[in-house]
């Protein structure tokens, strides 16, 4: 299987959450941005977190993983991704959120798989909806990305238009063992409390 660098990205004003990162919520007895690490890293042999403040990631995250800020500050996660596209070490980059408490590795697998097949980015679909955080990226995509910064994009989607880009769906996802929460995300308090209350996970 191909090398994979593994990207959280960090950023974002965290307004629905009372101002609390909710990369730092406690999750399954951890802060969730360590839960994901400790899944990526499973397959991941580089670890990356975006992030416009690394100050309350470095206690909290193993040495191991580069911390890095935006190259164009302010561009959302679109920005964020330039950033970790254009510093990542191999061609394929697994992308996910900080808020997407259930990643999954076979996922991640499945996508990168497709990729080889010569796609810049392979995406999820779920239920008709395409989850670009969760797809996996070639790094060349970076240059993709810099004209529509340029435009004052910040959406990930965005970019979808402007790569060959393959989509993998939900019914072959399940067929091949992947549990579909994975795309699951925390926008607000009451998302957290609900999804940390039906898995037990607080």
Request: net charge neutral.
């Amino acid at each position: 299987m191909d090398m994979l660098s593994g990207v959280i990205l960090a950023g974002g004003a965290n307004r629905r959450m009372n101002g609390e990162l909710k990369a730092l919520l406690p999750f399954g007895g951890k802060p969730l941005i360590v839960r994901q690490l400790d899944c990526m890293r499973e397959i991941c042999d580089e670890l990356i977190v975006v992030t416009n403040d690394p100050k309350p990631y470095l206690n909290k995250v193993d040495r191991s993983v580069r911390i890095i800020t935006d190259y164009f500050t302010d561009h959302g996660p679109l920005g964020g991704m330039h950033a970790a596209l254009s510093l990542a070490k191999h061609d394929s980059v697994w992308v996910v959120g900080c808020d997407m408490p259930f990643i999954s590795i076979r996922a991640a697998q499945l996508l990168l798989q497709r990729k080889l097949d010569g796609f810049e980015s392979v995406i999820p679909v779920v239920a008709g909806e395409l989850y670009p955080l969760h797809g996996i990226y070639d790094r060349a995509c970076a240059s993709h990305i810099v004209p529509l910064l340029h435009r004052g994009e910040t959406r990930i989607s965005a970019l979808l238009n402007h790569v060959f880009m393959g989509g993998l769906g939900d019914r072959f996802l399940l067929e091949n063992g992947v549990d579909l929460n994975f795309v699951s995300n925390i926008k607000t308090v009451e998302d957290y409390e609900a999804i940390a209350h039906k898995k037990g996970v607080r």
